[in-house]
Each structure stands twice: as structure tokens, then as C-alpha cells.
């Protein structure tokens, strides 16, 4: 049976300054183990207060959370791009279903969609795979700007492609307002 051995230091001083952020090592006595490094904090308001990640980081929660419903919000959006997608392909390839694999791949590598190779092709469609999961629709949003259109979609799409856009430099201006400080690897 292996046991294993943890050292504990302090690095620096916690936000609040009334305790320290400490290092953990965990050393295995056998030799082919390597030593695993975490990292925690004796000050109970930080603990409370910050997220300390094991790869040397600390981020405030409270400052983190307006970035992480940001980000919900903008998954939300990309699930309503996908099932809007995934309708307009789906119905697209409708017309390759009688046709031999070959020309459904062809047509897919013309669009630049393209994700499977001919055998990877015939299996998805001997398990009655769906056209949309066989394809990345989403690298030609051209010519799904065209489907759209065709389908009388064409106000849905483009508001989506439009929140999808806000959605995204929402999140990345969240995300500049984390607060979040690096952890030294010794004490200064
Ligand atoms: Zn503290």
C-alpha cells in the first residue's frame, strides 16, 4: 500500500490580508508518481469570497458571476442557432436521401460542410442518423442565410445571428470585468 505525504505553505497573503493562500504538495513514496499541487486559503471570508483553482489562480466570485450569465445567456442563443440550423439542413439533404452516399458527400464537400469521409457516411446513414449530424452547417452560414430565405426564415435567422453577435461581446465585456489574481509559486 502507498502512502502519500502533503506539505502545506504559505504564498501570500489573502485578499482580505487577515490570512495566507496556501500550497499544498502531495508527494507518493514510489518514485514514478509526480507530486500534485493545489492550492487553498486558512482566511475563512476569502474562502467564501474567492474560487482558487489548483492552477495557481484565484477569481471573486461575486465579480465572476455577471460573466457567467452572460455566458448562459449566449449557450441559450447558440442552442436556437443549432435548431434552426439543423431544420434547414435536415431539409435541404431531404432530396439526397434516395441517393447513393457518394453524391450526399459530394454535395456536402461542395458546400464546405463536409464532416464525414464516405465509410463514416454510409454507417451514419445505415443508423438513420439525421443529415444535420453529419454535416458542420454552421461553416457556410451563407448558404443557410440562402436556406433561411427560401424557407421564409429569414427574420429568425438574422435576429438570432444579430443576439448572437450581442451575446458574444456581452460575454467578452463580462468577462473583462472578472476580477482575478495569479498566485505566486513561493512567497514573494
Ligand atoms: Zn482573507
Not at 500500500?1 to 504559505?10: D, I, P, Y
Not at 435536415?90 to 456536402?108: H, I, N, W
Not at 453577435?165 to 514573494?188: D, F, G, L, N
Request: net charge positive.
Amino acid at each position: 500500500m502507498s502512502t502519500s505525504e502533503t506539505t502545506e505553505f504559505a504564498v501570500m497573503d489573502c485578499p482580505c490580508g487577515n490570512g495566507k493562500i496556501l500550497k499544498y504538495i502531495t508527494t507518493q513514496d514510489n518514485p514514478w508518481s509526480s507530486a500534485h499541487i493545489s492550492y487553498g486559503t486558512n482566511c475563512g471570508t476569502c474562502s467564501r469570497d474567492w474560487e482558487i483553482s489548483n492552477f495557481g489562480t484565484m477569481t471573486n466570485r461575486e465579480s465572476e458571476n455577471p460573466y457567467k450569465a452572460a455566458y448562459r445567456a449566449e449557450q441559450k442563443i447558440v442552442s436556437l442557432i443549432h435548431a434552426i440550423t439543423d431544420d434547414l439542413a435536415d431539409q435541404y439533404f431531404e432530396k439526397f436521401a434516395d441517393k447513393p452516399a457518394t453524391v450526399e458527400l459530394r454535395e456536402m464537400q461542395r458546400l464546405g460542410i463536409a464532416r464525414f469521409n464516405i465509410d463514416k457516411l454510409r454507417q451514419a446513414r445505415r443508423q438513420a442518423s439525421k443529415p444535420s449530424k453529419n454535416v458542420y452547417a454552421l461553416r457556410n452560414p451563407n448558404w443557410l442565410a440562402d436556406l433561411a430565405n427560401s424557407a421564409g426564415r429569414e427574420n429568425e435567422f438574422g435576429q438570432l445571428r444579430a443576439d448572437y453577435e450581442a451575446a458574444v461581446s456581452k460575454t467578452k465585456e463580462a468577462s473583462s470585468k472578472v476580477i482575478s489574481r495569479s498566485i505566486p509559486r513561493s512567497y514573494p
